[in-house]
């Protein structure tokens, strides 16, 4: 029996664990190949939904499932002890669950992301709300209720981070909030970004930039936060910048799994080397590597992981199969973008191909929206 085994039963882990099971059902039937998921959590939360919790868009109990009712009835789910990864073994291809079971593998998925280090930045955990953590999402809707006007700062304290365009979305999701409450007239908004302009891609930066420009919100770039003051709510950075704010908003540095780290595969940010092309954890050819995971400069976005799980999923399939690799990843990723609380562009692009949005409308809205409302039964589930 051939054994796949997926670390992390996140958006990238789920997908890429269904997509094989269905991939290759004759052999799973009779026994010839086997898929199992690793995670410490029962739980799945869909964490691009965070973002429009604040804002009223989103119910917070329905970003939330059981993992176990999203994988396909084949594939093996261990969860808690039994599920949680302590080393990832590539040379004795095996990994080490933290109730001591060695775990031996024919092929190997790492799907364990990207995750919030709030401790980077002294002062950011007490001051700064953030949607990329589930429990401040909820927090930062309170305070956006109660909040009367003053100075909000949204913040990106460090790249690479998962959903790049969020931080934009959730700025014109803000400015278009504060105005339905009538109170934009009171409130300056400032973006900060730690390199310059408020987006990592040029075609794409470029005409975010028009849209902040025309709805008046400040730009301060580039702003590497250093510390914040929680007491005298001001947030410094190493360009020597000091912004008093009423109400923080932000992203957290972010790096890799610890586990990434204390197996010794990763990078100083516990990022795993990853051809761009195969998707293969480089050095191993038996290991792949998913989503957020990697070291691949594209966009840690469900997207990603998405098309990336085509290209796993196929490849592992004709190596059990023993056809050899098939498939390449060209980079490509899709985004849609909020641009208020009614309307959204998107950005399609690829490792050649620059993405350009077109002019905010209603209908990339309506299609952020049903998006998130299929990912339950059609993303996650890889129907398609």
């Not at 109730?99 to 002062?123: K, M, N």
């Not at 909820?138 to 913040?155: C, H, M, P, W």
């Not at 409450?181 to 930039?209: A, L």
């Amino acid at each position: 029996m051939k054994r796949v085994i997926v670390v992390g039963g996140g958006i990238a882990g789920t997908i890429v664990a269904n997509r094989i099971a269905r991939m290759m059902p004759e052999e799973m039937e009779k026994g010839e190949a086997e898929v199992v998921v690793l995670d410490k959590n029962e739980k799945h939360t869909y964490q691009p939904g965070q973002a429009l919790v604040p804002f009223n868009v989103q119910d917070p109990v329905e970003l939330v499932r059981n993992e176990r009712e999203l994988l396909d009835h084949k594939i093996k789910f261990l969860h808690g002890q039994k599920g949680e990864v302590t080393k990832i073994d590539p040379a004795n291809h095996s990994v080490v669950t933290a109730d001591g079971i060695s775990h031996h593998y024919d092929f190997l998925v790492i799907a364990t992301g990207s995750h919030l280090r709030w401790d980077e930045v002294p002062g950011y955990h007490d001051a700064v709300y953030s949607p990329w953590d589930f429990e401040s999402a909820l927090k930062l809707r309170e305070a956006l209720d109660q909040f009367s006007g003053g100075t909000v700062v949204i913040n990106v304290a460090k790249l690479p981070h998962k959903c790049p365009v969020a931080p934009m979305e959730i700025t014109l999701m803000l400015d278009d909030y504060l105005k339905r409450r009538g109170i934009r007239d009171k409130t300056e908004i400032v973006y900060t970004y730690p390199v310059p302009g408020i987006f990592g891609i040029k075609t794409t930066n470029d005409v975010m930039i028009k849209i902040f420009q025309e709805r008046g919100i400040k730009i301060i770039s580039p702003f590497n936060v250093t510390n914040v003051n929680a007491k005298e709510k001001i947030m410094e950075s190493q360009e020597g910048e000091k912004i008093k704010f009423d109400l923080a908003i932000g992203v957290p540095p972010h790096t890799g799994a610890k586990v990434i780290g204390d197996s010794g595969i990763g990078d100083k940010r516990n990022w795993v080397p990853t051809d761009k092309f195969t998707l293969r954890m480089k050095d191993h050819s038996n290991v792949f590597v998913i989503g957020d995971t990697t070291d691949i400069p594209i966009s840690k976005a469900g997207s990603t992981a998405d098309f990336e799980s085509y290209i796993i999923a196929n490849n592992v399939t004709n190596e059990i199969r023993g056809n050899g690799l098939k498939k390449t990843y060209d980079g490509s990723v899709f985004c849609y973008i909020a641009t208020g609380l009614d309307s959204g562009t998107y950005i399609r692009f690829n490792y050649a191909a620059p993405p350009v949005p077109p002019p905010p409308s209603y209908v990339h809205w309506w299609g952020k929206l049903m998006y998130n409302k299929l990912y339950w039964t059609v993303t996650a589930k890889a129907i398609v």
